[in-house]
């Protein structure tokens, strides 16, 4: 590092009373500049700024402020390059202001281009039905993913700065909700505004981002209006399954979670289930939602989650709103699950989801949270929890059987599919075809977990545990288990058993974990 004074034999000369600032403006904007990838405080913007070539203009008079000399130990640490130029306050206002002028001109012409290719990628994306983009910004290229049938598939490469570029351009002038500006060492949150979905031909969009080591992480979430699955049967549920659900939408009053992981189908079978219900009671019930944000249409009043507004302070507000049935998008923490369970205590049917990964887990998460243990273990309140994850659909055109192909079958998976009997009747993912669009895959099934919970499944759950409720709610009430489930539609030919236990997991666990044999 070194120090030196400005002098007057660069380009552009900002000057003030007693010193001379010269930066190359229209060829650099500021490191630390709004946007850049060392954005300062706006405090710190007063008393220092860093551009592109290196040099780091700092205020005469603190050059040894601790808010200062801890940037320059970041760089130093960093191995980030620099020399300090000393100046005035006012210089750097100066510098400030000129960096943002010419990121105003430059930009108008880039965002625009960004703009539209961020548009044709989400185009694209929606085209091949993509759940999610992912955008991974590196030291020197950027990545582009899609999340198709559950899997991420690369679609695109970009230079590293073109991708910031195309992060930054939909963050700052195609979301609604965004927090001030892109903020790439901050994690934002955000949604994509009406008119590009619309345009798009989406539901909806949202945006989140975070810090990686190298760059950004930025995902979207694409919200679709899917009409291809409008009944329970549509999404994969068995009929003793289907039952169930018939069962939760015919009681007066009541708390009832569809649990799950993250991307599980959560939402969409919460909608299914709710247009079910209005269809069934004839529009004479106020059915209520509140969301955040609504990711698909229901037969229902739909209420975003307001700015400002806390998920507890939301629930509280619509159970003041003469509701006959409640839809909460999530119970996130203690405050919104006592909420849930209040408006069940007050004559409502309520319907959530909640993060799991297993139906009888889903008692335990609510205990863990600080829910009283006597409201989770009422079966009268407690009516109902479904825990569903979703299954890649084999090409029925491209599909191949398992039996010719035990090469690509580790030994300790071969021994389990003989064990079951399965292995005459399973299939693997083929290579493709024009039926699949290339990808061995054309969809995604749903394997579920259905309990209704009665008084002697509580009894087990309080004296004996998690696990003992879950077996006995296996042996004695013939609950299906997601594992289970999978070896069904293993058997039909639905799945590949690979994936299958990549995501459930090995399909031998019941027999592990219940003492159960499914090779009957």
């Known amino acids: 590092m070194t120090q030196m004074t400005a002098g007057p ?47 780091l203009y700092v205020s005469a008079q603190h050059q040894t402020d601790a808010y200062v000399m801890a940037f320059e130990d970041q760089l130093e640490h960093e191995n ?51 759940s999610d983009v992912h955008f991974v910004v590196g030291h020197d290229i950027t990545r582009v993913f899609f999340r198709i049938h559950g899997l991420l598939w690369e679609a695109e490469q970009h230079q590293s700065q073109v991708g910031m570029e195309l992060c930054s351009s939909l963050y700052n002038s195609m979301c609604d909700v965004a927090k001030e ?40 979430r ?7 699955k409008m009944s329970l049967e549509d999404l994969g549920f068995l009929p003793q399954q289907i039952e169930a659900f018939n069962r939760i939408r015919s009681l007066p009053y009541g708390v009832n979670l569809i649990t799950g992981p993250t991307g599980s189908g959560k939402s969409k079978s919460l909608q299914v289930n709710l247009n079910c ?12 939602t509140m969301e955040d944000p609504p990711e698909y249409p229901l037969l229902a009043n739909q209420s975003p989650l307001g700015a400002g507004e806390t998920w507890n302070d939301g629930i509280t507000n619509t159970m003041r709103l003469d509701p006959d049935i409640l839809m909460y998008g999530e119970i996130r923490d203690l405050a919104s699950a006592q909420a849930a369970f209040r408006g069940g205590m007050t004559g409502h049917l309520v319907l959530s989801t909640l993060h799991t990964n297993n139906a ?18 009422d079966p009268a309140l407690m009516t109902g929890v479904i825990n569903q994850s979703l299954l890649p659909v084999l090409c029925s055109q491209c599909r191949i059987p398992a039996s010719l192909h035990l090469d690509q079958l580790n ?53 004996q545990g998690a696990s003992a409720a879950r077996r006995h709610w296996v042996k004695e009430m013939g609950g299906i288990t997601k594992t289970a489930h999978t070896i069904i539609k293993l058997k039909e030919g639905v799945v590949d058993p690979r994936q299958a236990e990549m995501m459930i997991g090995p399909l031998d666990f019941d027999r592990q974990i219940l003492e159960v044999d499914h090779a009957d």
């Open 411 to 463: 030994p300790a998976l071969l021994q389990r599919l003989n064990d079951l009997d399965a292995l005459a009747l399973a299939y693997l993912k083929g290579p493709g075809c024009p039926n699949c669009k290339g990808l061995g895959i054309t969809g995604r099934t749903v394997v579920a977990e259905t309990l209704l919970p009665d008084l002697k499944f509580m009894h087990v759950f309080n004296a």
């Open 181 to 220: 500006h892109f903020q790439p060492q901050i994690s934002q949150d955000a949604r994509i505004k009406r008119k590009y979905v619309e345009q798009l031909g989406l539901f909806g969009a949202r945006v989140a981002s975070r810090p990686l080591v190298d760059g950004p992480l930025m995902v979207l």
């Open 80 to 130: 980030h390059p620099y020399e300090v130029k000393v100046c005035s306050m006012s210089d750097i206002k100066a510098l400030y202001q000129a960096d943002e002028e010419v990121k105003g001109t430059a930009l108008s012409a880039t965002e625009t281009e960004r703009q539209a290719q961020v548009v044709h990628l989400l185009g694209e994306a929606h085209r091949r039905n993509a």
């Open 360 to 377: 009888v887990a889903g008692l335990q998460r609510l205990i863990d949270m600080g829910v009283d243990r006597h409201l989770v273990t």
């Open 222 to 228: 694409l919200l679709y209006d899917d009409k291809t």
């Open 9 to 55: 034999e660069d380009a552009i000369a900002l000057c003030s009373e007693s010193f001379c600032v010269a930066v190359a403006m229209p060829h650099q904007t500021l490191l630390t500049g709004s946007g850049g990838p060392l954005e300062l405080k706006p405090e710190l913007r007063q008393l220092c700024a860093l551009t592109r070539d290196g040099i």
């Open 277 to 288: 219900l209005y269809e069934e009671c004839g529009g004479t019930k106020h059915i209520l």
